[in-house]
């Protein structure tokens, strides 16, 4: 909107009331008419000096004068006379006029609007430039992931195949598996249901069979009889074995266990206190009741077989009190005997005692001479100084020493066999002093003269060959005794010692110091009762092997026995002709 002076003259934009005169000159860059003061000014403005002039005619003024120009190119300030916003001040962000730069913009920072522009236009370029290479990049990033797309379908596809093809193998291989389980289990099941089939078809003989013999086993036992034996006198604290041996009513044995069978040992006094027995069946016919009393006096023994009572059952039986060597001092009975070299009393009860003199003597309980046994000389069942004598049942064995063999004889003297000849080699002798047999019918010897303890089976064949090497050997070995737990004790009358082995032979230790042991004998509850030859006493060891009682006043005796009915201990004391017994 310009102002115009007249009808002919354009009115300077610059000037705010026109009174400078009208415009000559026309300003391209800010599209202004100036008057002369104004265009004095643009020539010699700092930043207005390099604007495009053109000079006016009076017909061109009117023309640009008329010209239409966009209202917003305008500063809307009052009194700036609507100039162009040729300027742009960046401090406010905002276009301004000329006289908006010498005013309320005049200490900011002011630029020209072509400048701005240009600075405008390159940083566009730029980030349009920036923008077309992010939007190449963004094509190539795209087309990438087209193609990764395209690749993950392919891949896709190709596991399926796998998965599908793995699916069909696996499926495959199981049926294949399943069919061969199956098949293993049919077969498993066949071989058990035909091993329980025939195991089943077992069973029903087995229980057949059982029903025939139980029924035959009755039938017996209707007519069956019981017959029971004890070695051993009843004693306190110790153990008392019955063994029992059943038989038909023709008396034959009955090879057959299986029969129940109890026992107990009821006392007659103490309130009738009962002890019940522990029961061993040998499948033989035999059986074994071991009972262990618990008080002294009178008792009654009672054993029943499938509840029947056996044979002498009730019995009466009296239990002595708990033994005590210690009060051992003075023999109660006094057996004549010349030159009593051994001893050994049978289960009946019978005193068998060799003799120097080349016999063997046979006493009764009471002391009377039942019977002789032998003569002197070498001969089958002849003697030269017996000093050993072992008894079992009805067989009689003897240490024939200067002889230098052993004889085995019938118990009332009947000669059956005979081994062993003067020698050092095995199954040899010199000077055989001491005979045992054990419970395996074993035959121990102590060979005195080779200082060795040989064992034979029960025909006197040699098994084995005791020699105690180094510092566990022997010298002149005499009396020989089995502890409860089957080792052998040795007297070794040159060393002056008992030396314990085992059945093989082994060491085991040794014990008490006597002045030449001769012989020795052990009870069931493994004390040790030696005879000392030159110290003319009886020594008692307990089981550990600690001397606890002396007997004295002996002279030279040579031999030792127990008896395992009542525990009486005998003495063959050979210096003064006699064989003692002691009562404990």
């Not at 566009?124 to 395209?150: F, H, P, S, W, Y």
């Not at 069919?179 to 035909?194: F, P």
């Not at 007519?223 to 023709?250: C, D, H, L, P």
């Not at 063999?405 to 003067?422: A, D, I, M």
Request: net charge negative.
């Amino acid at each position: 909107m310009s102002k115009m002076v007249n009808n002919s003259d354009v009115a300077c934009d610059h000037c705010i009331d026109g009174g400078n005169g009208p415009a000559v000159v026309f300003c391209c860059t800010c599209h202004q008419f100036l008057c002369k003061v104004a265009y004095e000014y643009h020539r010699t403005g700092r930043h207005l000096s390099k604007h495009n002039m053109v000079g006016l005619d009076q017909e061109g003024a009117r023309q640009l004068h008329n010209t239409k120009k966009p209202r917003d190119h305008y500063c809307s300030q009052p009194n700036h006379g609507n100039n162009n916003l040729n300027f742009y001040c960046e401090t406010c962000s905002l276009l301004v006029c000329l006289h908006c730069t010498t005013a309320t913009h005049k200490t900011h920072t002011v630029k020209e609007i072509s400048t701005v522009a240009k600075t405008h236009q390159m940083k566009l370029t730029g980030a349009l430039e920036d923008a077309r290479e992010v939007v190449t990049k963004l094509t190539g990033a795209m087309d990438e992931n087209n193609r990764m797309i395209e690749q993950v379908e392919i891949s896709k596809q190709t596991a399926s195949l796998a998965i599908n093809k793995a699916f069909e193998t696996l499926q495959q291989t199981l049926e294949e598996r399943k069919k061969t389980l199956l098949s293993e289990l049919e077969a498993i099941s066949l071989s058990k249901t035909t091993a329980l089939t025939l195991q089943k078809e077992q069973f029903e003989k087995m229980i057949g069979d059982i029903g025939h013999y139980t029924d035959m086993a009755s039938q017996i036992l209707q007519t069956m009889r019981f017959m029971w034996t004890s070695t051993t006198v009843a004693r306190v604290g110790t153990r008392y074995n019955i063994k029992i041996q059943s038989k038909t009513s023709e008396g034959a044995e009955y090879p057959h266990g299986g029969v129940e069978v109890k026992g107990e040992m009821r006392s007659k006094t103490h309130n009738g206190a009962v002890v019940y027995g522990e029961v061993e069946d040998h499948r033989d016919g035999t059986y074994t009741i071991t009972l262990t009393p618990q008080t002294a006096g009178p008792h009654q023994l009672l054993i029943t077989m499938d509840g029947q009572h056996v044979q002498n059952s009730p019995n009466d039986l009296d239990v002595l009190p708990i033994r005590d060597y210690r009060i051992l001092c003075k023999a109660q009975q006094v057996i004549q005997c010349n030159e009593p070299m051994c001893v050994a009393i049978h289960d009946n009860g019978d005193i068998y005692v060799g003799s120097g003199d080349g016999c063997i003597y046979v006493f009764d309980r009471v002391g009377q001479l039942k019977n002789t046994i032998g003569s002197s000389g070498s001969g089958d069942g002849q003697f030269s100084s017996p000093s050993g004598i072992s008894i079992k049942g009805d067989v009689l064995y003897v240490a024939d020493t200067h002889n230098h063999h052993v004889q085995k004889l019938t118990s009332s003297g009947k000669f059956l066999h005979k081994f062993g000849q003067q020698g050092s080699g095995q199954g040899q002798f010199n000077r055989p002093w001491g005979v045992m047999i054990d419970s395996n019918n074993k035959l121990i010897v102590s060979d005195s003269g080779n200082h060795r303890i040989q064992i034979f089976n029960e025909n006197g064949g040699w098994l084995l060959t005791i020699d105690g090497q180094g510092n566990h050997s022997f010298q002149s070995p005499w009396g020989l005794a089995l502890d409860p737990q089957g080792n052998i004790h040795v007297a070794a009358d040159g060393s002056n010692t008992i030396k314990v082995f085992t059945k093989e032979g082994v060491y085991i230790r040794m014990y008490g110091d006597p002045n030449h042991p001769s012989g020795i004998a052990i009870d069931d509850e493994g004390y040790s009762l030696v005879s000392e030859y030159n110290g003319h006493c009886l020594s008692i060891y307990d089981p550990e092997g600690n001397k606890i009682h002396t007997v004295g006043n002996l002279k030279y005796p040579c031999g030792t026995a127990l008896d395992s009915r009542d525990g009486s201990v005998f003495i063959a004391n050979c210096g003064a002709d006699t064989v003692l017994k002691y009562c404990v």
